[in-house]
């Protein structure tokens, strides 16, 4: 039963920089495992942040940013704002099968 | 403007079945991937599957979970996808996302989603 693990809480002020990783349980995560990063606020449903590592939407702020980082998916958001405030969700392929991680609840205070 | 609207969902008791629909617009549907997700109440999100577009194979691909028991299907002449959901259990309740495209498809990467419709298994 492979396992994707992210941070379930982070905080960061305001017009600051902060890194969420998503990480398996076989080994490093590789641009193979198609890092697809997600957002959902409360009672929303989710949105498609970031594909295949580190491919935007149109409708993706250009302060958030996916990457390899040190063996796993990390998203970056740079220059943080309030509405940022949201639950993010990581998904990457294991064999055929998807799996996402438990999700990050971001806090900007 | 691309808009996905799910429909089907409700009350339903365990072992019975239910089929969800996904009705697209704004988009030629026959061109893309649809994919369904998943999230019980108050948990994470769940992959479910998707359904190839018809010059990709239209071939499914399901989590483990679900495979024997639901179905993804299409018809582009209505742009609709389908979920059918059969042997309902009470780890089935969540709400149930479609979405265009497919995870790690490079040319129809994972879009737009649905507002989702609501699934509770329950006697």
């Known amino acids: 039963q492979t396992v994707v693990t992210q941070e379930p809480s982070l905080t960061v002020s305001p017009g600051g920089t902060v890194t969420l990783t998503c990480a398996s349980s076989t080994g490093a995560v590789t641009s193979g495992y198609y890092p697809t990063w997600f957002q959902q606020k409360p009672g929303q449903a989710p949105r498609t942040l970031i594909y295949s590592t580190n491919n935007k939407h149109s409708w993706t702020p250009p302060r958030f940013s996916g990457s390899l980082l040190g063996g796993k998916a990390a998203l970056t958001l740079s220059g943080v704002q309030p509405e940022d405030e949201a639950e993010f969700y990581c998904?990457?392929?294991?064999?055929?099968?998807?799996?996402f991680g438990g999700g990050t609840k971001l806090t900007v205070l | 403007e691309v808009q996905l609207v799910e429909s089907g969902g409700g009350l339903v008791k365990p072992g019975r079945s239910l089929r969800l629909s996904c009705t697209a617009s704004g988009f030629t549907f026959g061109d893309y991937a649809m994919s369904w997700f998943r999230q019980a109440p108050g948990k994470g999100l769940q992959w479910v599957g998707f359904?190839?577009?018809?010059?990709?194979?239209?071939?499914?691909e399901y989590a483990a979970s679900v495979e024997a028991r639901f179905t993804i299907s299409r018809d582009d002449s209505k742009s609709i996808a389908y979920l059918q959901m059969n042997s309902l259990k009470t780890e089935d309740t969540a709400i149930y996302y479609c979405t265009r495209g497919a995870p790690g498809f490079i040319r129809e990467p994972l879009d737009y989603w649905g507002q989702g419709t609501l699934v509770t298994v329950s006697s």
């Open positions: 998904l990457l392929h294991h064999g055929g099968a998807w799996v």
């Open positions: 359904i190839r577009s018809k010059p990709f194979g239209g071939t499914t």
